[in-house]
């Protein structure tokens, strides 16, 4: 039973452009999302978060997006540079648990 | 502030040994939680130690085991190792004490092979 889903398994984009990831989510426990940057044979690197008493946290060229109703979340990062490419986790966790539950990840490549 | 380390950072094993692996948490964080990254299952929760103390557990084994120390600082440890235990293993601190949720920061990973 996969709680937490992201759906493309890789994802293209073109300097300069709008790269956009998407995540599912299916438990309605969950109130914690986050967003990870990782290299291969490295460890995740945190991105941004953003709890569920909110729609939309920015962060520089990063955007989160949560649509509860939906139970789903984006990640837009604008704009899009090639230092960007990489595998993109999104994770999500209950109130009062240290346990992320991680989707399968989306790789980005962005392309000079 | 320095990140979370964790040593070794590459072990080779072989099937029927036991391995230990150590994670040095953010100077300040008193959580602790161990993942593991397979090309199969992804990233998947260990537990988290807090204080010490256990306070959440994943799905796997009773192989797998972990402990906290008093300066937060980690281990984890496998027993009778299978092919199967071959992942990469991350270690992740947080800040966060008990309600709400916190960004967890994880450090560069163990790659355990088992042969």
């Known amino acids: 039973d996969q709680q937490v889903k992201q759906n493309s398994p890789s994802l293209s984009v073109q300097e300069g452009r709008i790269s956009i990831l998407n995540c599912d989510y299916t438990?309605?426990?969950?109130?914690?999302f986050l967003w990870y940057k990782k290299y291969p044979a490295e460890g995740p690197t945190f991105l941004i978060s953003?709890?569920?008493?909110?729609d939309k946290n920015e962060d520089g060229r990063f955007t989160v997006f949560l649509n509860k109703s939906a139970k789903h979340l984006s990640l837009h990062i604008v704009p899009s540079q090639p230092g960007d490419s990489a595998v993109y986790f999104c994770a999500a966790s209950a109130s009062n648990t240290g346990k992320l539950i991680f989707g399968q990840g989306t790789t980005l490549q962005v392309k000079p | 502030k320095a990140g979370v380390t964790q040593t070794p950072r590459y072990l080779i094993k072989t099937r029927g040994q036991q391995v230990t692996l150590s994670c040095s948490p953010i100077?300040?964080?008193?959580?602790v939680s161990w993942y593991q990254q397979t090309p199969g299952q992804g990233l998947q929760f260990l537990f988290e130690?807090?204080?010490?103390?256990?306070?959440n557990k994943g799905n796997f084994p009773g192989r797998f085991s972990g402990r906290q120390f008093s300066n937060s600082r980690s281990e984890m440890n496998v027993s009778t190792l299978e092919l199967g235990d071959s992942a990469l293993y991350l270690c992740?601190?947080?800040?966060?004490?008990?309600?709400?949720?916190?960004?967890?920061?994880f450090g560069p990973g163990t790659r355990l092979l088992v042969l």
């Open positions: 100077s300040g964080h008193r959580s």
């Open positions: 438990n309605s426990m969950f109130d914690y």
């Open positions: 953003i709890s569920s008493i909110k």
């Open positions: 992740a601190s947080s800040s966060w004490t008990s309600g709400g949720s916190g960004a967890q920061y």
């Open positions: 130690y807090f204080s010490e103390t256990q306070r």
